[in-house]
């Protein structure tokens, strides 16, 4: 059961000064191709990936992953720790530079170029590189993945028991006693006969000359002494005290600072730019013209903002100006009027199920763009100098910003080093393809050369050039038989994904998606397609329950009994809202159930209208996530979730004016503070199935909890986002 | 124009603009990065210091303004090796998760417990109105009483 029998690779070398260090990686590619490559920071020989162990009785684990506050560094230690039976305080993290040789990304791109379609859905920085490296082994990923689920499970968990294994194999061979009468404990391997012990830095040397096991035995969840116990991050005492380090702390001597004014209107270029004023202003030094942006280099930050505020760019025209949301929503409407559209899913009769139906029950929704608003507003600090561009940013995939730093610098990728940050807020702003921060601070940045530049975006840049979540109308139909129960469902939107695919069983279906591009620019926004369909398909469910005149809970149950989990994770989160009984005065509560990332997580809100807004009082997720390697971090991911798609659910939208964002900063986008957040309880369900995501799963459910919430209590039903009452 | 400021009990001197935020000459002259800019309109409360013991929001005070003051920022709330009762309780609580807005929510709410040591839950979210993207804000309350109650309280998370 717990034999590793992937088709895996394990490489092992020894360290200078001694010591034992391991990769492990796809089999994909023949072994003898991955080579020992010299660490560029410290000379230190180290394979591509996992774990070191020194002398000193040391276990560092270097983790190909940024930390953005999902406590992934810490999950994946732990994950490696437990099967290498180390000592949880001899664990040192290390987060894995941006350069090839770490990266399970090059390993898949330079040894397995056949490997270059996923889904669209997938690619998304860290996890679309995971997702590469566990579809090399041969496993079916079907939802978005995770560091934890992917590297942690397949990579982390190898690499610690396979150095534990050789680990005591150096021990036996030195006590000239039979591996298999040691054991190891708390970095330590002990003979049980002779009472002979030596700490694995004591046989770390030694255990490097050994030959990897093929097939690494991997513990018992029940013998577990680190995983699934909550255990502190080790990147928060740092953050208590003002030290840790983001992208835009980063202080270079020499260095100048930069802001920038983009085309309001996406899309159009500059066309002029009068730079006089802003070249008289103390301070300044330059006006760096782009191709659709215009930047001031001063010698602070202040001076270049108010450089840039004093320029008034011209940029083209592109026939967008005129454009609202509305016209886009019309747009969108029309689409899904006149189009086909792409097939989803369909099964039974499909469409043709609602001909000649007495009943047909139909519902509208529509959700508006979205910005991530990541509290550290988009910033990188660019040098450009003998030949070589550093860039120091915070981003969730170092390759793909050093692939946007060598093409906006003219360099070759290997003349570029990226210094990756702590990510004060990714969400999906600081993937691939939306790296536009890196390479206006890299252009800028030949401008500047020799002096580094330092790019931060004022928070109206953030806020007006966003890559925004997708605005959404979704227009959805069914039947109902005459015990309640829908016989069809028949849906269209503009945003096709697996998303929109449902738990629930109903005979007849045809789901579709149709294209409505606009020039607004748009990405992935945590939890990506979930949200919007979320919000759609649990707010028609549950439609449908007070059509049917049943129970939203029960009417659930019914459509889920081929689905155990499912209807494990809707009881478990009911329980817990005590939903059997009436909500107290004044107050009601809602429902959903939505499945992504593989994990499955149901929420139930209580509700209440307080002077014209909902307030919500309480939320109780309950999870299916397969098992649960850090619990408190994994709740804070959930608790997390919840206030992000509150942030959706009830305050605020990206609305389009004059074809430009029209939002600019925390005053008409607010935010969800303090004095409006629920009290949130979090419950997981450890059912053995595969782990599942755990950084986006809790953000789907809350905005159609919210939303059946209200109509339970209004009778009013919310089919647009933010929900007003 | 050539200040004074008087930042975690030092002197120091900059050169910048009369309109010249207290955030930037934080954060860009004096090398003091633990403060955040997050709006630059002081809607956000990233950059809260103290102006004389009250939470006051950086970015939108000119440091010209501010001579004369006694100026403390999150490296200057308390010693590393004896940290705040708030950071213990923030580290007992797991507060932070990307931590960029921490700073700023930890000095508005010892600027609340200075004043009010035992802050109800109603007082925590007239006086804490910092935003935090991560979602925080429960852990954010309950590390706040715990520190109001004292060293020995809160307990494991």
């Known amino acids: 059961m717990n034999k590793w029998t992937r088709r895996t690779f394990i490489a092992t070398g020894s360290l200078v000064g001694g010591g034992l260090a391991l990769g492990v990686a796809g089999i994909a590619f023949a072994p003898n ?34 930390e953005m506050g999902t406590g992934v560094h810490t999950a994946l230690a732990m994950m490696c720790a437990e099967e290498l039976e180390a000592d949880w305080n001899l664990v040192r993290i ?53 560091a934890v689920r992917g590297t942690g499970h397949l990579g982390m968990r190898v690499a610690g028991a396979a150095a534990k294994a050789m680990l005591i194999e150096a021990a036996a061979q030195q006590w000239n006693v039979p591996a298999a009468e040691c054991s190891a404990k708390l970095s330590r391997v002990t003979h049980s006969g002779s009472g002979k012990s030596a700490t694995y830095g004591e046989l770390a040397t030694q255990a490097a000359l050994l030959k990897p096991p093929v097939h690494p035995t991997l513990k018992s969840r029940d013998d577990y002494t680190i995983v699934g116990k909550p255990t502190p991050r080790i990147d928060i005492p740092s953050k208590v005290n003002g030290s ?17 004014a983009a085309s309001p209107v996406h899309g159009a270029k500059l066309v002029s730019v009068d730079t006089a004023p802003a070249e008289a202003l103390p301070g300044v030094k330059k006006v760096v013209k782009l191709d659709n942006a215009v930047a001031v280099v001063a ?6 903002l108010k450089g840039v505020r004093a320029l008034a760019p011209k940029f083209e025209d592109t026939g967008k100006g005129a454009d609202t949301s509305d016209t886009i929503y019309s747009a969108i ?34 959700v508006p763009f979205l910005a991530h608003a990541t509290m550290e507003p988009m910033n990188a600090t660019a040098r450009i100098a003998d030949g070589r561009c550093e860039v120091w940013t915070g981003v969730q995939d170092p390759l793909a910003a050093r692939a946007t730093a060598a093409k906006a610098s003219g360099l070759k990728p290997e003349q570029v080093t990226i210094h990756n ?14 790296m536009d921060f890196v390479d206006q601070a890299v252009r800028i940045a030949k401008e500047t050369s020799p002096a580094p530049v330092k790019l931060i975006w004022s ?23 005459d015990s309640g129960a829908p016989t069809a469902w028949v849906a269209k939107f503009n945003i096709k994904d697996d998303a929109a695919l449902l738990p629930y069983a109903i005979a007849n279906q045809d789901i579709r998606a149709v294209a409505a591009p606009t020039h607004v620019r748009t990405g992935a926004w945590r939890s990506v397609a979930h949200t919007q369909h979320g919000f759609f398909t649990e707010s028609f469910v549950d439609e449908l329950a007070h059509a049917a005149g049943k129970d939203p809970l029960q009417y659930r149950r019914d459509l889920l009994a081929h689905a155990p989990r499912h209807l494990a994770v809707l009881d478990k989160a009911a329980a817990m809202a005590d939903w059997s009984t009436p909500a107290p005065a004044g107050r009601a509560r809602g429902i959903a159930l939505v499945e992504s990332f593989g994990s499955i997580v149901a929420e139930v809100a209580e509700v209440e209208v307080v002077e014209g807004r909902v307030k919500v009082h309480r939320v109780c997720a309950a999870v299916d996530c397969g098992d649960v390697v850090n619990p408190d971090t994994a709740t804070a991911q959930v608790e997390g979730g919840i206030i992000y798609g509150l942030s959706a659910a009830l305050f605020n939208e990206v609305t389009i004016a004059e074809g430009r964002v029209a939002q600019t900063n925390f005053h008409d986008l607010p935010m969800p503070k303090l004095a409006d957040a629920p009290s949130i309880s979090v419950e997981f369900i450890r059912s053995g199935a595969a782990l599942g995501g755990l950084g986006e799963p809790g953000v789907p459910p809350i905005a159609p909890a919210i939303a059946n919430a209200v109509f339970a209590l209004t009778g009013k039903r919310a089919r647009t986002l933010p929900v007003r009452v | 124009m050539q200040i004074t400021l008087d930042v975690n009990g030092e002197s120091r001197t900059a050169d910048v603009d009369e309109d010249t935020p207290l955030l930037w000459v934080l954060r860009e002259t004096f090398g003091l990065t633990g403060t955040k800019f997050g709006c630059g309109v002081a809607a956000c409360g990233a950059c809260t210091v103290h102006i004389g013991g009250t939470a006051v929001r950086s970015c939108s005070v000119p440091a010209s303004a501010m001579q004369g003051q006694k100026i403390t920022t999150i490296e200057g709330l308390a010693p590393k090796e004896q940290p705040h009762p708030l950071q213990a309780a923030w580290v007992t609580h797991q507060v932070p998760q990307c931590g960029y807005c921490q700073s700023g929510m930890i000095m508005a709410a010892a600027a609340l417990l200075a004043r009010n040591p035992h802050p109800s839950d109603a007082d925590i979210s007239a006086e804490v109105t910092n935003i935090c993207r991560c ?5 954010v309350r309950r590390a706040i009483h715990a520190a109001a109650q004292g060293p020995t309280e809160g307990g494991a998370p």
């Open chain 1, 94 to 146: 290390e987060e894995a530079p941006g350069t090839d040789d770490y990266s399970n990304g090059y390993l898949v791109r330079t040894f397995v170029p056949a490997v270059a379609t996923v889904p669209k859905s997938m690619e998304r920085g860290i996890d679309f590189w995971t997702y590469k490296l566990t579809q090399m082994m041969d496993l079916q990923v079907t939802g978005g993945s995770s």
């Open chain 1, 459 to 481: 928070r109206e840049e953030d806020i007006q050039h966003d890559f925004y979540r997708p605005a959404v109308v979704g227009r959805y139909r069914a039947t109902l038989a």
């Open chain 1, 333 to 366: 409407g029309a689409a899904i009027e006149r189009e086909k559209g792409d097939k989803v899913f369909s099964s039974g009769k499909g469409g043709d199920a609602l001909q000649g139906a007495a009943n047909v029950i139909e519902a509208e929704y529509r």
């Open chain 1, 299 to 304: 010698d602070g930050y202040w001076r270049a």
């Open chain 2, 135 to 139: 979602g925080t804000y429960e852990r």
């Open chain 1, 421 to 434: 940050q702590q990510l004060g807020g990714g969400f999906g702003r600081r993937l691939p393809g939306v």
């Open chain 1, 244 to 260: 840790a380090t983001y992208g835009v702390d980063v202080t270079l001597p020499e260095m100048v600072y930069a802001t920038i």
């Open chain 1, 33 to 66: 191709r991955l080579r020992v490559t010299p660490d560029s920071r410290d000379g230190t020989p180290q394979l591509t990936t996992w774990v070191k162990v020194g002398t000193d009785n040391t276990v560092s684990v270097i983790v190909p992953h940024c």
